[in-house]
């Protein structure tokens, strides 16, 4: 059955010079709408480590959980909804609610410093960022809805890197950019601001006597993502065939079906009744715990413990560090699947959890050792984990999934990916509290069983409905 995969018609999937244009102004303004909502989701960690004492490890662990439980279940509403209504109409709401959600933040925690306090800013931000992460969990869904019906099963390891480059380039805007507008916008004048954040503050007038301005953090994502939502309303198209060219045959677990869309009851049958997806769904779990269990608390435990003593950088340019090293770990991992394995995604998943696993196990030991070592090997694992969830999160869901069940598929996985992500926050925001050296162990047993599922899944590649002759 594979070898009929594979020997597939060279005109699916090398395509005009016109349709490729078309589908790069298709995906790349979605991409980074998809990235600027990143923006806007993650702030919430550049924000805490910006008031300090005004959220606590334990308010920061509670409100991040409490938005990634609401974003793990709203794929229930949210995938069906975009697999019967199409990706363009999912990004739409979800980058304008996002962007209200952020203003509202942005206006509380301002209320919060002018005023002195007065604000239970665990209660309200558990309500607004659970709120922002029911609009973000459109994101993912709709990208991979749309991108769906644009690339053959055979193109779509490499755009499992680009998934991965576009989550890197979300985080990179996060934390360096998020971390550039708090310096900008503090009350104390720095003398080490660049060119932009000098610009920043004067279009935004920060008063020298006044408070950190700290709620710009929330406001900079809300304005870039009401501007991409204008660009994605002229911009973006479900299908090929809404922009001038022909739908094809995509070879994916939808090839050989009708157009016809599928019920809701259809749609939740072929994916629960999928053991790939639902392998793929405890891999993505553990990516959950594996990925924010490190580009959260990396950042706190160098302010905390190491006091930034070492060096400033990884402070400043943690996002930097993230992107290139999803950039490489998805580019990576989307090579060696499309090129090396036969686009099967199962062989990469498993060599980058042996890597995870291997990191996990070292950091038990190098806790305390000079930051260069430590830093290097979150590096290589936010390489490892961010190839894994562009490679399962955002290409498998197309394969096994297929284009008329895709984002119910993506919905899935992504909230395996947050209920993973939810367990690590609650978990580590105590566990930290009480002692930094219960860290690293808290990840090994989820890299070791990421590892085991997905071996599980080493042949596995869809195959298309067969046509009744």
Not at 176 to 189: F, I, K
Not at 235 to 264: H, M, N, V, W, Y
Not at 407 to 412: K, L, Q, S
């Given at each position: 059955?594979?070898?009929?995969?594979?020997?597939l018609?060279?005109?699916?999937?090398?395509?005009?010079?016109?349709?490729?244009?078309?589908?790069?102004?298709?995906?790349?303004?979605?991409?980074?709408?998809?990235?600027?909502l990143?923006?806007?989701?993650?702030?919430?960690?550049?924000?805490?480590?910006?008031?300090?004492?005004?959220?606590?490890?334990?308010?920061?662990?509670?409100?991040?959980?409490?938005g990634?439980i609401?974003?793990?279940?709203s794929?229930?509403i949210?995938?069906?909804?975009?697999?019967?209504?199409?990706?363009k109409?999912?990004?739409?709401?979800?980058?304008?609610?996002?962007?209200?959600?952020?203003?509202?933040?942005?206006l509380?925690?301002r209320?919060?410093?002018?005023?002195?306090?007065?604000?239970?800013?665990?209660?309200v931000?558990?309500?607004?960022?659970?709120?922002?992460?029911?609009?973000?969990?459109?994101?993912?869904v709709?990208?991979?809805?749309?991108?769906?019906?644009?690339?053959?099963?055979?193109?779509?390891?490499?755009?499992g890197?680009?998934?991965?480059?576009?989550?890197?380039?979300?985080v990179?805007?996060?934390?360096?950019?998020?971390?550039a507008?708090?310096?900008?916008?503090r009350a104390?004048?720095s003398?080490?601001?660049?060119?932009?954040?000098?610009?920043?503050?004067?279009?935004?007038?920060?008063?020298?006597?006044?408070?950190?301005?700290?709620?710009?953090?929330?406001f900079?994502?809300?304005?870039?993502?009401?501007?991409?939502?204008?660009?994605?309303?002229?911009?973006?198209?479900?299908?090929?065939?809404?922009?001038?060219?022909?739908?094809?045959d995509?070879?994916?677990?939808?090839?050989?079906?009708?157009?016809?869309?599928?019920s809701?009851?259809?749609?939740?049958?072929?994916i629960?009744?999928?053991?790939?997806?639902?392998?793929?769904?405890?891999?993505?779990?553990?990516?959950?715990v594996?990925?924010?269990?490190?580009?959260?608390?990396?950042?706190?435990?160098?302010k905390?413990?190491?006091?930034?003593?070492?060096?400033?950088?990884?402070?400043?340019?943690?996002?930097?560090?993230?992107?290139?090293?999803?950039v490489?770990?998805?580019?990576?991992?989307?090579f060696?699947?499309?090129?090396v394995?036969?686009?099967?995604?199962?062989?990469?998943?498993?060599?980058l959890?042996?890597?995870l696993?291997?990191?996990?196990l070292?950091?038990v030991?190098i806790?305390?050792?000079?930051?260069?070592?430590?830093?290097?090997?979150?590096?290589?694992?936010?390489?490892?984990?961010?190839?894994?969830?562009?490679?399962?999160?955002?290409?498998s869901?197309?394969d096994?999934?297929?284009?008329?069940?895709?984002?119910?598929?993506?919905?899935?996985?992504d909230?395996?990916?947050y209920?993973g992500?939810?367990?690590q926050?609650?978990?580590?925001?105590?566990?930290?509290?009480a002692?930094?050296?219960?860290?690293?162990?808290f990840?090994?047993?989820?890299?070791?069983?990421?590892?085991?599922?997905?071996?599980?899944?080493?042949?596995?590649f869809?195959?298309?409905?067969k046509?009744?002759?």
């Amino acid at each position: 059955m594979i070898v009929e995969n594979i020997m597939l018609s060279a005109e699916l999937i090398h395509h005009l010079p016109a349709y490729r244009f078309r589908r790069f102004l298709n995906w790349f303004p979605m991409g980074l709408t998809y990235a600027f909502l990143y923006m806007g989701r993650y702030n919430l960690t550049v924000s805490k480590n910006a008031l300090g004492d005004l959220m606590t490890k334990e308010d920061f662990g509670i409100i991040f959980a409490a938005g990634t439980i609401v974003y793990a279940f709203s794929f229930l509403i949210n995938g069906p909804l975009t697999d019967r209504f199409g990706g363009k109409k999912a990004i739409l709401i979800g980058a304008l609610g996002s962007a209200l959600m952020n203003l509202i933040m942005g206006l509380t925690v301002r209320t919060m410093l002018l005023t002195g306090g007065g604000v239970d800013l665990r209660t309200v931000f558990s309500i607004l960022y659970s709120l922002n992460m029911y609009f973000q969990s459109f994101g993912a869904v709709a990208i991979v809805k749309v991108n769906a019906s644009w690339f053959h099963v055979r193109e779509r390891g490499i755009f499992g890197g680009i998934f991965g480059i576009l989550i890197s380039l979300g985080v990179y805007f996060a934390f360096d950019w998020g971390v550039a507008v708090v310096e900008a916008t503090r009350a104390e004048v720095s003398l080490h601001l660049s060119f932009i954040q000098q610009l920043i503050r004067t279009m935004v007038r920060v008063e020298a006597n006044g408070p950190d301005e700290t709620w710009w953090v929330f406001f900079a994502p809300a304005l870039f993502l009401v501007l991409f939502f204008i660009i994605e309303l002229l911009l973006l198209r479900d299908r090929p065939s809404q922009a001038g060219f022909k739908d094809f045959d995509t070879g994916d677990a939808s090839s050989g079906e009708s157009d016809a869309p599928l019920s809701i009851l259809d749609i939740f049958k072929r994916i629960l009744t999928s053991k790939v997806i639902l392998i793929i769904a405890s891999i993505e779990f553990c990516s959950g715990v594996m990925r924010n269990g490190i580009m959260h608390w990396y950042p706190i435990y160098i302010k905390e413990v190491q006091q930034y003593s070492a060096d400033h950088f990884m402070r400043e340019h943690w996002g930097l560090i993230l992107m290139l090293a999803g950039v490489f770990g998805g580019m990576f991992a989307g090579f060696l699947s499309d090129k090396v394995f036969g686009s099967r995604r199962g062989p990469v998943a498993a060599l980058l959890y042996g890597i995870l696993l291997i990191c996990s196990l070292m950091m038990v030991f190098i806790l305390q050792s000079p930051w260069r070592l430590l830093g290097g090997v979150v590096t290589l694992m936010s390489f490892s984990v961010i190839g894994v969830h562009g490679m399962l999160s955002g290409t498998s869901t197309m394969d096994f999934g297929g284009r008329k069940a895709a984002a119910t598929a993506v919905g899935m996985i992504d909230g395996f990916v947050y209920l993973g992500t939810a367990v690590q926050s609650f978990a580590l925001g105590f566990l930290t509290t009480a002692n930094w050296a219960y860290w690293p162990p808290f990840l090994v047993p989820f890299a070791l069983f990421g590892l085991i599922q997905a071996l599980r899944i080493w042949h596995a590649f869809p195959q298309p409905v067969k046509k009744k002759i």
